[in-house]
């Protein structure tokens, strides 16, 4: 990428090279993806992610051989981050992928060692990444990450009418206004400086977050980037007393539905309750046979989840592990320490 500085790395081999990547680069890019992963990587998704980053420049490295093919990659995406109640800059470390054909040859490695050092040039202080079974291994034995303990964060439950539209319908206008919480839900496009009063009173009760500012939110949710859904909750005089986000896609041959985030003030727990069902019944509506959200850090979060029926995933029933890790970069004191992070599916690259 243009803003990238091209200094000098040390090749892996005299096969393969690691440099910063180069615009041209990208077609390359995303076709690895689709090789490695078996899946495509919109054009626009990799545009909002690494080209309109309004905190600070993306920081994308590649392997490339001799010939000019790019055989491995290593992104991290700066975040704003809440660290011990202070403003800190993070980076979600996000496709790391290496070609079948050249594993195991010390790439990711490679890769890996050039972000950081680009990452302490720019000031970023702690990298985080969600890494499966093959990747946690090297990252927390040979990279110095560490990964977050306790109790899988995956929550799910079984949507059991999802294919009684009918029912759906009905079930979604039934929570248009949840009186019960003294609050109207409605969708909107984008949202506005009230949640940056909202998350303040939200961040000051959990330990390491990403920021959720009406910046940042807006960014990582764009319209149109990956069909998020954002819905607020208001009381009678138009206060945000929360946000709920929600997606839908196709995984395992079932419409399955994402509570992406779930934001409310922590000693207003019937909202959160609310924007949960409500957020169950647009996901039925919308045929999904099932819901699944990811939260951590936040006990009221996850009391709201439990309230309306959401579970724990036993992590047997795992198609794969999913790995939190951090490592602190740019920090004299080195990892953020054994506060605990705030997490939802939007800390996620691949939600």
């Not at 009391?303 to 920090?331: D, N, Q, S, W």
Request: aromatic share 8%.
């Amino acid at each position: 990428m243009n803003h990238a500085i091209h200094e000098a790395m040390p090749p892996v081999s005299s096969r393969i090279a690691i440099s910063a990547l180069d615009a041209d680069e990208r077609a390359q890019v995303l076709s690895l993806y689709a090789r490695v992963f078996g899946s495509v990587l919109p054009v626009s998704k990799w545009q909002s992610l690494f080209e309109r980053n309004p905190f600070s420049p993306a920081i994308v490295y590649v392997a490339k051989t001799t010939g000019g093919q790019v055989v491995g990659h290593y992104a991290v995406i700066p975040q704003p981050l809440r660290l011990a109640g202070q403003e800190a800059l993070g980076a979600l470390a996000v496709h790391l992928m290496v070609h079948p054909s050249f594993q195991r040859q010390g790439i990711l490695k490679a890769l890996a060692l050039a972000v950081e050092r680009r990452m302490q040039m720019d000031g970023i202080d702690v990298g985080m990444t969600f890494l499966n079974d093959n990747s946690v291994h090297a990252h927390t034995r040979h990279f110095g990450w560490s990964r977050l303990g306790g109790h899988n964060p995956i929550f799910f439950k079984v949507l059991r009418w999802a294919s009684l539209f009918a029912f759906g319908r009905r079930t979604a206008r039934a929570f248009d206004d949840p009186r019960r919480a003294g609050a109207t839900i409605r969708e909107v496009d984008a949202l506005d400086e009230r949640v940056d009063a909202l998350w303040e009173g939200m961040a000051s009760h959990v330990g390491v977050a990403v920021e959720r500012s009406a910046r940042y939110l807006n960014w990582r949710l764009a319209p149109g980037r990956d069909r998020y859904r954002i819905h607020i909750a208001e009381d009678a005089s138009k206060r945000l007393t929360g946000v709920v986000v929600t997606k839908k896609e196709r995984r395992f041959g079932v419409e399955v539905g994402f509570l992406v985030e779930l934001l409310f003030a922590v000693d207003d727990e019937d909202t959160g309750v609310a924007l949960a069902r409500y957020a169950q019944a647009r996901l039925i509506a919308e045929g999904c046979a099932m819901a699944t959200a990811l939260t951590a850090g936040s006990p009221a979060v996850e009391r709201a989840l439990r309230r309306t029926g959401f579970r724990r995933l036993p992590r047997r029933l795992m198609p794969h592990g999913i790995h939190f890790c951090f490592k602190g970069v740019g920090l004299r004191s080195g990892a953020p320490g054994p506060a605990p992070w705030f997490l939802s599916w939007l800390d996620h690259d691949v939600v």
